[in-house]
C-alpha cells in the first residue's frame, strides 16, 4: 500500500506530476495499491490536472468517494460522466461513513457508519481522535477483526497486523 496524502499538491508540479503517473501504473502492474488522498476535488479538477488525471483514473479500477461540496460534485459530474447523477446525490453534503464506491463499470452507494465508541472507529477515525494508538491496542483489535470476518486458518497467523492489511487488499 502507498498512500499520498495531499495529491493534489504533486499534480501541480509538472516533473513530479509525470512521476507519479508513473508510479500510479507501474504500482498497478506489479499488483500494488496504490490511493490518493484530497479533501477538496475541486483542487484536482482544474484545467491544468484534467489530463493527468484523466490518465490515473483510467489507470484505477476502484475509487471511493465521500462528502462532497455542492461546487465539487458539479466539477466531478462533468468529470465522471458515465456515474449518473442520482448517484452522486449520495456524496452531496454526506454524513460521515458513507459515500459511492466505483469499480469497473459498477457504481454503489455504500453506508459504513459506526459506533463512536467501537474499537475500529478509534482506529480509522480521521477526526483526530484515531491518531496515536498503541500498537498493542491495534494488535488487540486486529485478533478481533480476525475472528469476526475470516476463517479459523487465519487465526493463527503470528503478524496480525500484517494479515489485516493483506486483508483490505
Known amino acids: ?77 462533468e468529470f465522471l460522466p458515465n456515474i449518473s447523477p442520482a448517484m452522486f446525490n449520495f456524496v452531496d453534503n454526506a454524513e460521515s461513513g458513507t459515500g459511492l464506491l466505483k469499480m469497473g463499470s459498477i457504481t454503489v452507494p455504500f453506508d459504513m457508519r459506526m459506533s463512536k465508541g467501537s474499537e475500529i472507529y478509534e482506529i480509522v477515525n480521521t477526526d483526530g481522535g484515531g491518531y496515536g494508538v498503541d500498537r498493542r491496542e491495534m494488535v488487540h483489535v486486529v485478533y478481533s477483526i480476525r475472528r ?21 487488499c
Not at 477538496?40 to 484505477?60: F, K, Q, Y
Not at 469476526?148 to 483490505?168: D, Y
Open 148 to 168: 469476526m470476518f475470516l476463517p479459523p486458518f487465519f487465526w493463527r497467523i503470528k503478524n496480525p497486523v500484517g494479515i489485516l492489511n493483506a486483508f483490505s
Open 1 to 77: 500500500h502507498l498512500y499520498i496524502d495531499e495529491f493534489h499538491e504533486l499534480l501541480s508540479v509538472d516533473q513530479v506530476a509525470d512521476f507519479v503517473l508513473k508510479l500510479w501504473k507501474e504500482i498497478r502492474k506489479m499488483k500494488g495499491i496504490i490511493t490518493g488522498i484530497t479533501q477538496n476535488m475541486s483542487d484536482l479538477l482544474n484545467d491544468e490536472n484534467a489530463g493527468r488525471l484523466s490518465a490515473i483514473l483510467s489507470n484505477t479500477e476502484y475509487f471511493a468517494l465521500l462528502s462532497q461540496s455542492s461546487v465539487d460534485k458539479r466539477k466531478l459530474m
